[in-house]
């Protein structure tokens, strides 16, 4: 469940990509081939939210190559630097059943299984292998738990609480 109101940065704009005012943008997204299909997105410059229309787009070497309608000169592009593209929650791609946006994981409690509070989950880090949940605990210190099955017992999204069974090598 994902408030429709709420905006998802889906990208970054790092750079101009050519004199044209084409940007190159880096996708912060399991979804990039979302972008592809579209035709406007809305971009936040400056604490500015502006609905761009989107003339062209596709994935180059694992970023985005977007041309935006109204800006066409390197000058305009260079102005969208570090510009977050976001989307709202009405946007998102449907996930199976236990996988989860990161962004609805952030701030989540996590206790262990007898209900005792660990910490605040603060940071998801993608490995490869599989994700490590960052949690802080009151003393401000990280624990850094493994996102296996046989770890995380429970997610309850509605409660924003992780229910996990601490390894006795993380404890």
């Known amino acids: 469940m994902t408030n429709e109101k709420v905006l ?3 990208g970054i704009i790092s750079k101009p990509h050519n004199l044209s005012g084409a940007v190159k943008v880096l996708p912060i997204t399991d979804f990039p081939e979302r972008f592809l299909d579209r ?8 604490d500015k939210l502006e609905l761009m229309k989107i003339s062209s787009i596709s994935l180059h070497n694992g970023f985005l190559i977007m041309q935006l309608k109204d800006i066409d000169s390197i000058e305009k592009a260079e102005q969208l630097k570090g510009a977050y593209l976001k989307i709202s929650g009405a946007q998102l791609a449907p996930l199976d059943e236990n996988e989860f946006y990161i962004f609805q994981l ?12 660990i910490g605040k989950l603060v940071e998801v880090i993608k490995t490869g292998a599989n994700d ?21 017992k429970k997610i309850d999204l ?3 609480e992780m229910i996990v069974e601490l ?3 993380l404890k």
């Open 8 to 10: 998802i940065t889906v």
């Open 39 to 46: 035709q406007e997105i809305l971009v936040e410059v400056r």
């Open 106 to 117: 952030i701030d989540m409690k996590v206790k262990d299984i007898q209900g005792n509070y």
């Open 132 to 152: 490590v949940y960052v949690v802080k605990n009151q003393a401000n210190k990280e624990i850094l738990i493994p996102a296996l099955k046989k770890v995380i």
């Open 158 to 160: 509605e409660a924003k």
């Open 167 to 169: 390894l006795p090598e």
